[in-house]
């Protein structure tokens, strides 16, 4: 049973910065993406950002220029880079994997941008 376990939330004021960080405990194989969703209260479970096995990567609107998602193929690790932080970028953020056919998910690490 492989888990995904984020790290790296928490409480940053308007115009931070902060890393999240999501391991594998097993090995993975056959991913095709990996990626960084995040929910807020009363809301969807919304992609932020995803990175291919070729490096490619894509990113919702709301956070272009901000954020930058990157990964360790070895260590089947990803992470995501945050800066100029925004009130609206508060919500849980969840590690996602999507390899042969099937989704794995993290237990969410929480992120708070307020003064």
């Known amino acids: 049973q492989v888990r995904l376990v984020e790290s790296g939330g928490g409480l940053v004021q308007p115009g931070g910065s902060l890393r999240l960080s999501c391991a594998a405990s097993?090995?993975?194989?056959?991913?095709?993406?990996m990626a960084w969703y995040r929910q807020a209260p009363g809301k969807q479970r919304d992609l932020v950002a995803r990175?291919?096995?070729?490096?490619?990567?894509d990113y919702a609107d709301s956070v272009k220029g901000r954020f930058a998602i990157s990964r360790n193929n070895a260590r089947n690790s990803v992470f995501l880079q945050m800066n100029d932080l925004k009130p609206e970028d508060t919500a849980v953020y969840y590690c996602?994997?999507?390899?042969?056919?099937?989704?794995?998910w993290g237990q969410g690490t929480q992120v708070t941008v307020s003064s």
């Open positions: 996602h994997v999507w390899s042969r056919g099937r989704a794995h």
């Open positions: 097993g090995t993975i194989y056959g991913i095709d993406h």
């Open positions: 990175i291919f096995g070729t490096g490619s990567t």
